[in-house]
Structures are given as C-alpha cells and as structure tokens.
C-alpha cells in the first residue's frame, strides 16, 4: 500500500514568510509525529497526535510553529514569521497507534530560508 | 523523561569486518527498541526491532541484543558490505509508553 506522503518535497521562502507543509499518513494509522532534522543532526520531536486526543506540542521550539490534524488523517504543519534558523528537513511519522509501534516515515520537506 | 544516548557517533570500517553501535535508555519502563537506517537524503527505515520480552533479535546480517538490567541495547552487522554505509538511529519508547525518543545517531562508513 502507499506510504507515508510530505509535500512540497522542496521549499524555498523568503525570511519573514509563512509556510504549510503537508502529511498524509498511512491509512489506518491513528498516530501522527512530526520531527525536525538538520543537516547532519538527528531526529528533533515536534508534535504528536494520537486519534482524538489532544496532541502533545512540548517539542514545538516556539510558537511561532503550529500543527493540526484535520479529520484524524492530514496533518499540516504551520511555521509563521520563518527565519534562516528554521532551515531544515521536516519529517513526517506515523505509526497504527502511539507506542510501541513501528514509525513509518515520509520523504520529508527540505525547507531553505533565505 | 526518557533520554537516550547513542555511540559512537561515528564508526569506520573495512568491508567485511563487523560494526557494533550501542545506545542506552534511562526509563526502565521502556518496552520497544527499534533501529533505523537512514542514507543519504533519504528517509529513515525500520531495519530492526526488538521489544523488552526478549534478549536477542536477528534477521541475516544484523543483529540487536538487549540488556534491560543495564537498558542497553547494541546493533551488530556482520560482513558489513559498503551499501551499510549510512546514519543508524536507536530508539526507545518514553515512560508514558506513547512517543519514541531518538538517539542522536551514529554515521557508519563501510570502506571498500
């Protein structure tokens, strides 16, 4: 079946600007992760989402940054006002339920600010 | 909360020889352990997982081994080949059972 799909794959803004980026996770699956990696760094914890629970933000580095979850599927993850520091591989996770259960990743979105 | 620790965090070598990464867990109620590869612009992927009701795990070539009396767990690749080149992530469940943490990685270079 389909994996995990990010879009844009790329995204080039301007300092200042605010970007979407776009999760769909495997069908099915109730759990929802997004992390942060930057070049050559490891995997930094954004936000989670569990079916309808509300969802755990304490990664968010400011709040500047936002996410939803729309319908217990997409996700979009909002980043407002951008800065050069936010430039990064956005990667998105989901998993049957949270846990102990595998993650399985999307492409990811390599976002440059300018 | 749960903290991970991976090492090294970098790893060379030669064809054929074998690699060992070991990482360690503070939460002693973690239960599931999973490793992932990830090379070079692409996405991490699953490799191999073990859960706490068991000591050891292979599948071909690689191999995991857990120690829940210590919490640590090892990855071994034997005849390691240079398509094992890439960053390998440990992880393991937080107390709350509901959220993986990460290891901060270990770059492995298999030299031909």
């Known amino acids: 079946g389909a994996g995990v799909s990010q879009s844009p794959s790329n995204k080039v803004t301007e300092k200042g600007k605010d970007v979407e980026l776009r999760c769909d996770p495997i069908?099915?699956?109730?759990?929802l992760y997004w992390y942060r990696q930057s070049l050559g760094q490891g995997l930094e914890f954004l936000i989670y989402f569990q079916g309808n629970s509300a969802p755990d933000k304490s990664g968010l580095p400011s709040d500047r940054f936002s996410a939803e979850r729309t319908g217990g599927s997409v996700s979009t993850l909002t980043i407002q006002r951008t800065q050069q520091e936010d430039s990064a591989v956005y990667l998105c996770a989901s998993s049957w339920k949270g846990g102990g259960e595998t993650q399985y990743f999307g492409p990811g979105t390599r976002l440059l600010v300018l | 909360g749960e903290n991970v620790e991976q090492h090294p965090s970098t790893l060379s070598v030669q064809e054929g020889d074998s690699a060992v990464i070991k990482c360690t867990y503070s939460?002693?109620?973690?239960?599931?352990f999973p490793w992932y590869k990830q090379e070079l612009g692409k996405r991490p992927q699953l490799i191999i997982d073990?859960?706490?009701?068991?000591g050891e795990k292979k599948d071909q070539r690689i191999a995991v081994t857990l120690n829940k009396t210590a919490k640590h767990f090892s990855l071994h690749i034997t005849e390691t080949q240079p398509e094992d080149s890439a960053v390998y992530f440990c992880a393991a469940t937080n107390n709350a059972g509901n959220m993986l943490t990460f290891g901060g990685g270990t770059r492995l270079m298999v030299k031909p």
């Open positions: 073990i859960r706490s009701n068991v």
């Open positions: 069908s099915g699956h109730t759990a």
């Open positions: 939460d002693s109620a973690s239960n599931y």
